[in-house]
């Protein structure tokens, strides 16, 4: 069985987006529908780092969403990922797609 748990949490300037499991072909519905949902809303930060595993599906959303908010005006930023996270997205080779965080304060700067 696949397991994927997303928290939201609305903070005062993004939604921040606690994401811990399994990212693939089985999960990435329920991630797609909360990370669409909420770049539409306001910036978006993804806390990666209990995400176990990451395939192409997710990262395709991954990559689709960032699109979706440079059209809107809406940022993703990654805080903390996962060493499985930061292969993945190092393997497409847009890593400098994705600005990556370790405080969520970084944004208030």
């Known amino acids: 069985m696949e397991n994927l748990e997303i928290k ?9 987006l606690v994401i811990a499991g399994n990212l ?5 519905g329920e991630f797609e529908s909360k990370i ?4 539409k809303k ?9 995400v176990t595993n990451m395939s192409s599906s997710g990262l395709g959303v991954l990559m689709s969403a960032h699109d979706e908010g440079a ?7 990654i805080l903390n990922p996962s060493e499985i996270v ?3 997205i190092d393997s497409t080779g847009f890593s400098d797609m994705f600005k990556v965080i370790h405080s969520i304060d970084e944004l208030k700067k």
Request: net charge negative; proline share 0%.
């Open 36 to 39: 669409y949902a909420s770049i």
């Open 8 to 16: 939201e949490e609305l903070k005062d300037n993004c939604v921040l």
């Open 86 to 88: 930061r292969l993945a």
């Open 42 to 50: 306001a910036h978006v930060v993804l806390d990666l780092s209990q």
């Open 71 to 77: 059209d809107i005006g809406n940022q993703i930023f």
């Open 24 to 28: 693939n072909s089985y999960t990435y």
